[in-house]
Structure formats: structure tokens, C-alpha cells
Nanobody
Framework: QVQLVESGGGLVQAGGSLRLSCAAS????????MGWFRQAPGKEREFVAA????????DYADSVKGRFTISRDNAKKTVYLQMNNLKPEDTAVYYC???????????????????WGQGTQVTVSS
């Protein structure tokens, strides 16, 4: 069992930066691939970024490549999403999620993730 709590969302102007954090509870955090997803009003939840259980590999949606960086600290049971050069189209609720490492790392599909946080709102003004 893994419980996830996101933080770090807020309101930022276009071109600004935010760092999201996702704190996990449970003893098996290091056994899970971790992902960030987002959902804008009226749209489906979409993949943003993922990192392997050991932190040695990452994956990104094309829309955020070069702007967002995912990382994790297994000792702190925390995964991060550094978001730079934010755009209005990045506005959404951001969720972190955990996927058992028995799954292949790629692709990161919503239905493969067993545990989800409550989400944190990111709003980018133009």
C-alpha cells in the first residue's frame, strides 16, 4: 500500500517555474515506478513524466520535453517535478501516481498505475 500527497502547485506567470513534490508513505516506495499526470477541465488525464523505481531512467511527454524534469529520492520517499518555462496550456491539476515495477516502464498508461495522489492545481497566466 502506498499513499501519495502532492504539494507545490500554485499560480505562476507564463515563463515562470514551479516545483511539485509528491511524498509517499509505505515501506515499498522503491519498488514502484513513479509518474506525473495532469488533467485540464474537460480533458482526459494525460501523461506528463515518469521515472523508474531506481531513478535511472526517465520518460516525458513531447509537450514538456526540455522544460520539465522528473526526479526521485528513495531515501526521502519523494518524487519531484521541476517545471520551467511554464505555458498557459500547462494549466491543470497535476497528479502523482505509482506503478508496480512488475510492469514495463514504458509506456505509462493511466490504467497501469495503482496509487494516486489527490492532485495539486497548477495555473499559468498569460
Amino acid at each position: 500500500q502506498v499513499q501519495l500527497v502532492e504539494s507545490g502547485g500554485g499560480l505562476v506567470q507564463a515563463g515562470g517555474s514551479l516545483r511539485l513534490s509528491c511524498a509517499a508513505s509505505g515501506r515499498t516506495f522503491s519498488m514502484y515506478h513513479m509518474g506525473w499526470f495532469r488533467q485540464a477541465p474537460g480533458k482526459e488525464r494525460e501523461f506528463v513524466a515518469a521515472v523508474t523505481s531506481g531513478g535511472d531512467s526517465t520518460d516525458y511527454a513531447d509537450s514538456v520535453k526540455g522544460r520539465f524534469t522528473i526526479s526521485r529520492d528513495n531515501a526521502k520517499k519523494t518524487v519531484y517535478l521541476q517545471m520551467n518555462n511554464l505555458k498557459p496550456e500547462d494549466t491543470a491539476v497535476y497528479y502523482c501516481a505509482a506503478k508496480s515495477s512488475v510492469w514495463s516502464f514504458r509506456p505509462s498508461q493511466v490504467n497501469q498505475f495503482d496509487y494516486w495522489g489527490q492532485g495539486t492545481q497548477v495555473t499559468v497566466s498569460s
